[in-house]
């Protein structure tokens, strides 16, 4: 799947799509097998590497719409070279993160600069990442349409959920994904389970005094905080809200961003 030029694993085509096809039909024993130092994508002149391949070109989106497309991110990096991109499934439901293999090494840092811009209602993150960690995800996701993990027996590094799971709990967490609408009184609707105050409720402000999407929730203890976690990707008007364990001094760090 390609949106612009052509991409080959060497050369100057592009197959990604079709490589990521071969990994499906050859089952897991394909991943693993992935490509030697030889392994180069040939930038547009007059840019070279020497002396090492240049950089795997894919980028990481988080907190996409759930009803989005691959026509939705080739809208989004509109310009670039798109040669796949890989919606990132857990338990059979999109988490709202991606895998966007890009035509160049040199186009992921235009991708970046779309970090924090809006898809439809959302503004999406964007994050450099690495070949193993998207060939990683098409493993999983090989794995779990064959209903196991290739790679079931081997150690991995805690999900973003585990890592939410086992973070320590201070009383405090930051909400992402508001309508830039969203009022206190809202955010206190949607923890109506617990008793809040206004006070207790820091909607954060981008550079320019709007509100960015996120806020922080100061509840009265830590037990509190970690119950509230329940509500984590339950949807407050027409989005879904993510909920992240903080501490003080990313609160504070945020809010006064933006003042």
């Known amino acids: 799947m390609f949106y612009r030029g052509k991409y080959t694993d060497g050369a100057d085509g592009r197959e990604m799509g079709a490589k990521r096809q071969r990994i499906i039909d050859q089952g897991p024993s394909f991943y693993g097998n992935s490509p030697g130092p030889s392994f180069m994508y040939t930038a547009p002149p007059p840019y070279s590497y020497v002396s090492q391949p240049p950089p795997f070109p894919v980028v990481r989106l988080r907190g996409l719409p759930f009803d989005c497309t691959e026509a939705d991110v080739a809208e989004f990096f509109h310009g670039l070279d798109i040669v796949d991109v890989l919606f990132v499934h857990k338990n059979g ?11 160049y090494p040199l186009q992921v840092d235009f991708a970046l600069q779309k970090n924090r811009q809006n898809m439809g209602r959302r503004y999406v993150e964007v994050f450099r990442s690495k070949r193993q960690e998207y060939y990683k995800a098409i493993a999983s996701e090989v794995g779990d349409a064959r209903g196991g993990s290739p790679r079931r027996n081997a150690p991995r590094a805690k999900s973003s959920d585990e890592a939410k799971e086992s973070a320590e709990h201070t009383g405090i967490l930051r909400l992402r994904g508001l309508p830039f609408s969203a009022g206190k009184d809202d955010i206190i609707e949607f923890f109506k389970d617990f008793v809040l105050s206004e006070d207790a409720i820091h909607i954060v402000l981008n550079s320019e005094g709007r509100p960015s999407g996120e806020a922080f929730v100061e509840f009265a203890n830590a037990e509190d905080s ?4 329940a509500k984590d990707r339950m949807t407050l008007g027409s989005r879904y809200i993510e909920l992240f364990p903080s501490i003080p001094e990313e609160m504070d760090d945020a809010i006064s961003r933006g003042r």
């Open 93 to 103: 439901k999109f988490t709202g993160e991606a895998f966007c293999v890009l035509g």
């Open 226 to 229: 970690k119950t509230a976690m």
